[in-house]
């Protein structure tokens, strides 16, 4: 099986990933919400795997563009870095354009695994209305759950590849070789947002903007809250006999 281009994502634009399987008679479009450091990208990439869907992250998209060459920026990302180097969060109008120059991710005939979007009740609307607009819905939206002291043993811990983008966890999964990717042999770093001082008001916003989108969700009978204790394994296997849940 050919792996997604995560590149068409973090770029946007109009290319689309060249890939020779091909794709599932009946693609999963799946949102995964939960509080950050649930473990929602650990499971993106389990799922993507077993699923052929893309991980669409746009937490992803924001670190690309802080690495990126400026002159390479989209209006769009342009405007998100400004915010993100005020230290101010990203509005949701900067959000959706980002995401609005990546509609060729969400049409993409694999389906997707948006994590990290939509992240308020007014982007989860517009997702609605873009996803309406090309006839397609989405199966799922996943909700993990975690007590909040195991959330920050995993943000403190993670370590994250500068390359591949890969995760790992400094006790519950260390690479071979301290500091340096399983992977592609990239350097590992502690990502910004993940310093005690950070995790604390990303935890607080998740709070006031991303939990409504519970209750936004339920009522549209799509929501799946799932258990995010445990290996990760066994995370995915709960996940997995969800999904079997869905009918023709
Ligand atoms: P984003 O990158 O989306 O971060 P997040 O939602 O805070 O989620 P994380 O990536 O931190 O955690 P995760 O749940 O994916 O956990 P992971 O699998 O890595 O966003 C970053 C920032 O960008 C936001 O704070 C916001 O400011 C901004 N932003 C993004 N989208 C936005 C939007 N739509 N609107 C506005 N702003 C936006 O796991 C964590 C660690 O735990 C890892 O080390 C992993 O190895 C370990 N782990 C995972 N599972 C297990 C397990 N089962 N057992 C033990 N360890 C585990």
């Known amino acids: 099986m050919t792996k997604c281009d995560r590149n068409v994502w973090?770029?946007?634009?109009?290319?689309?990933?060249?890939?020779?399987?091909?794709?599932?008679?009946?693609?999963?479009?799946l949102v995964l919400l939960g509080a950050p450091g649930v473990g929602k990208g650990t499971q993106a990439e389990l799922l993507s795997e077993r699923l052929q869907a893309c991980q669409l992250s746009t937490g992803d998209i924001f670190r690309a563009a802080k690495a990126a060459d400026p002159s390479t920026l989209t209006p769009a990302m342009r405007d998100a870095l400004g915010y993100m180097q005020r230290g101010e969060l990203v509005p949701d109008d900067t959000v959706i354009a980002l995401v609005r120059e990546r509609m060729t991710c969400l049409r993409c005939p694999y389906g997707f695994l948006l994590d990290g979007f939509p992240r308020t009740v007014r982007q989860a609307e517009v997702l609605d209305e873009m996803l309406a607009g090309e006839n397609l819905h989405l199966d799922f939206v996943l909700n993990y759950e975690l007590p909040f002291e195991e959330v920050i043993n995993r943000l403190s811990g993670r370590r994250?590849?500068?390359?591949?983008?890969?995760?790992?966890?400094?006790?519950?999964?260390?690479?071979?070789?301290?500091?340096?990717?399983?992977?592609?042999?990239?350097?590992?770093?502690?990502?910004?947002?993940?310093?005690?001082?950070s995790i604390r008001v990303r935890l607080q916003a998740y709070e006031e903007s991303t939990a409504p989108l519970v209750d936004y969700y339920a009522k549209h009978g799509i929501l799946r809250t799932i258990s995010a204790e445990g290996s990760p394994q066994e995370i995915f296997a709960r996940t997995m006999q969800i999904l079997s849940e869905r009918t023709a």
């Open 160 to 197: 994250t590849c500068r390359v591949c983008k890969t995760t790992y966890h400094i006790v519950t999964k260390p690479p071979r070789q301290e500091n340096v990717c399983d992977k592609c042999g990239g350097e590992l770093y502690q990502r910004e947002d993940d310093r005690p001082e």
């Open 10 to 29: 973090l770029q946007g634009g109009n290319e689309v990933c060249c890939r020779e399987d091909a794709p599932p008679a009946r693609p999963y479009r």
